[in-house]
């Protein structure tokens, strides 16, 4: 955790079977590039959402009205729901969290009231747009 204004990160991941034939590098490139080309507009309207919204992460101590992670999580938990992504979202707690007592990054005083973690996972299947 940093005071340093950054925004909270989320990561999501897409899980593509196997047995799935991968394309040719200069194909998969060709292609990455046409959907961005074709999102840019939205993606920038996202970003901009998102930037609006205060999500501060905070330095333990701070006054909880600097912060705002629970603001942007429920953001972007609305915004995979609608993806059709399983969603699971979460807030540790410090009992939790005591199995690494003595690790870096652990203290004990801290509180996670408010600052949830959000996982979003969307399945790739044979319907999948895409699937050869």
Do not use: C
């Not at 899980?15 to 046409?34: F, G, H, I, K, Q």
């Not at 993806?83 to 690494?100: H, I, K, M, R």
């Amino acid at each position: 955790m940093f005071r340093s204004g950054l925004p909270i990160v989320s990561f999501m991941t897409v899980e593509v079977p196997r047995d799935r034939a991968l394309p040719e590098p200069d194909a998969t490139r060709d292609a990455v590039l046409a959907a961005v080309h074709a999102q840019f507009d939205e993606s920038v309207r996202l970003l901009r959402d998102m930037i609006e919204i205060p999500s501060v992460g905070p330095w333990f101590g701070d006054s909880p009205s600097v912060t705002g992670e629970g603001a942007i999580q429920a953001f972007l938990r609305t915004r995979l729901e609608e993806l059709g992504a399983e969603v699971d979202q979460w807030e540790p707690s410090a009992a939790e969290l005591a199995v690494y007592d003595g690790g870096p990054g652990y203290f004990p005083d801290r509180d996670f009231t408010g600052r949830p973690n959000l996982v979003g996972r969307i399945r790739a299947d044979a319907d999948s747009p895409g699937r050869r």
